[in-house]
C-alpha cells in the first residue's frame, strides 16, 4: 500500500496475556518509529530503528516490551504479561533517512493500535 | 532534554473565522525541524505544516501558515477560515537534525470548529 498500515486496529487482552502489534512501513523507508499514546496525550517515542538495527529503545517502558524489524521492513512490537497500564494506541511511524542538506523529515504515521487490556 | 508544551488543551472557532493554536519548546541545540500534525478520530496523524529551524521565513501551506519564532522558541499555527473538517487534535512536534530518532510531541489541542 501507499502509506503505513497496522494492524490490528483493535486489540482486547486479557491482563497477564501477550500480544503482538505490526507495522508495515511505507515501502523504501529506512527509519520506523513505535510511539505509545495514552488517552488525551501526545504520542511518547517508544523505539527507533534504522533499517534492521534498533538504534533506539530507550523509551521502552519495561523489560515486557520487545520490538523486532528483522529484514528491515516490517516491525513487530511485542508486550508480553499485559497490565491494564499498557492500554493505549500504539503508533508506528517510518521515514527516509535524513540526508541533508536535501532533508526529507516527514515521519508518516500509521491509523495506530488501539490496545485495551481489561 | 527537548520539551515541547502546548499550553492550550482546548480551542474553539467559529466556521470561516481564525484560530492560533500555540506550541512553545525547549531545546539547546541551533538546528532541528517543527511540525504541526493533525489527528482526526480516525487517530492516523497527518502533517500539516513543517518548518526548518534554520529558515527564517514562516512556512505556509494554503490556510494553515506558522508564526516561527527562534529567539522565543515558539511556533504557532494559525488556521484561516476555519472549516468543519479541521476539528481534530493538533500535535506539536521537534525533531532534532542531529538525532534522526529524537521527535517529541506536545500534548495537544483539541479543536472544535462551530458552524
Known amino acids: 500500500g501507499a502509506g503505513v498500515s497496522q494492524s490490528p486496529r483493535y486489540k482486547v487482552a486479557k491482563r497477564g496475556q501477550d500480544v503482538a502489534l505490526r507495522c508495515d512501513p511505507i515501502?523504501?523507508?529506512?527509519?520506523l518509529f513505535w510511539y505509545q499514546q495514552a488517552l488525551g496525550q501526545g504520542p511518547e517515542f517508544l523505539t527507533y530503528f534504522q533499517n534492521e538495527a534498533q538504534l533506539d529503545k530507550s523509551g521502552l517502558p519495561s523489560d515486557r516490551f520487545f520490538a523486532e524489524r528483522p529484514e528491515g521492513s516490517v516491525s513487530t512490537l511485542k508486550i508480553q504479561r499485559t497490565q491494564q497500564e499498557d492500554s493505549a494506541v500504539y503508533l508506528c511511524a517510518s521515514s527516509l533517512r535524513d540526508r541533508r542538506p536535501s532533508a526529507n523529515t516527514e515521519a508518516f504515521f500509521g491509523q495506530g493500535t488501539r490496545l485495551t487490556v481489561v | 532534554a527537548q520539551t515541547v508544551t502546548q499550553s492550550q488543551p482546548e480551542m474553539s472557532v467559529q466556521e470561516a473565522e481564525t484560530v492560533t493554536l500555540s506550541c512553545t519548546y525547549d531545546?539547546?541545540?541551533?538546528?532541528?525541524?517543527l511540525f504541526w500534525y493533525k489527528q482526526p478520530p480516525s487517530r492516523q496523524m497527518i502533517l500539516v505544516i513543517r518548518q526548518e529551524a534554520y529558515k527564517q521565513q514562516n512556512a505556509t501551506e494554503n490556510r494553515f501558515s506558522v508564526n516561527f519564532q527562534k529567539a522565543a522558541k515558539s511556533f504557532s499555527l494559525k488556521i484561516s477560515d476555519s472549516q468543519l473538517g479541521d476539528a481534530a487534535m493538533y500535535f506539536c512536534?521537534?525533531?532534532?537534525?542531529?538525532?534522526?530518532?529524537?521527535?517529541?510531541f506536545g500534548a495537544g489541542t483539541r479543536l472544535t470548529v462551530k458552524p
Open positions: 531545546t539547546s541545540e541551533s538546528d532541528y525541524y
Open positions: 512536534a521537534y525533531r532534532s537534525a542531529y538525532n534522526n530518532n529524537d521527535m517529541r
Open positions: 515501502s523504501g523507508h529506512v527509519s
